[in-house]
């Protein structure tokens, strides 16, 4: 089975910064795209960012310009640095990982169990 286990969320002031983090463990044969999901509360799911195996990456329009992802292969693991944060970033946060688990097993979508980022003064 595949896990992901997400770390770093918790409670800002407006302006500040957070860096979230994600790891990939278990049966993996490669990871293709990860990304970075949130749902505020009443809202839908939405993308945040996501970053390609190549390093090719893509953010939502209110993020562009305050939030960066990246990711180190070698750890498996998915970084999402914040900063400028504002109260709309309020959210759980969810890590996704495209994942095949062999080399004759398609790609499967995992999910993280979430972190929350509250933006608050």
């Known amino acids: 089975q595949v896990q992901l286990v997400e770390s770093g969320g918790g409670l800002v002031q407006p302006g500040g910064s957070l860096r979230l983090s994600c790891a990939v463990s278990?049966?993996?044969?490669?990871?293709?795209?990860m990304g970075w999901y949130r749902q505020a509360p009443g809202k839908q799911r939405e993308l945040v960012a996501t970053?390609?195996?190549?390093?090719?990456?893509n953010y939502a329009d209110p993020v562009k310009g305050r939030f960066t992802i990246s990711r180190d292969n070698a750890k498996n693991t998915v970084y999402l640095q914040m900063n400028s944060l504002k109260a709309e970033d309020t959210a759980v946060y969810y890590c996704?990982?495209?994942?095949?688990?062999?080399?004759?097993?398609?790609?499967?979508?995992?999910w993280g169990q979430g972190t929350q980022v509250t933006v608050s003064s």
């Open positions: 970053i390609t195996n190549g390093g090719s990456t």
């Open positions: 278990g049966s993996i044969f490669v990871i293709h795209t």
């Open positions: 996704n990982a495209e994942v095949r688990v062999s080399i004759l097993s398609g790609r499967n979508n995992y």
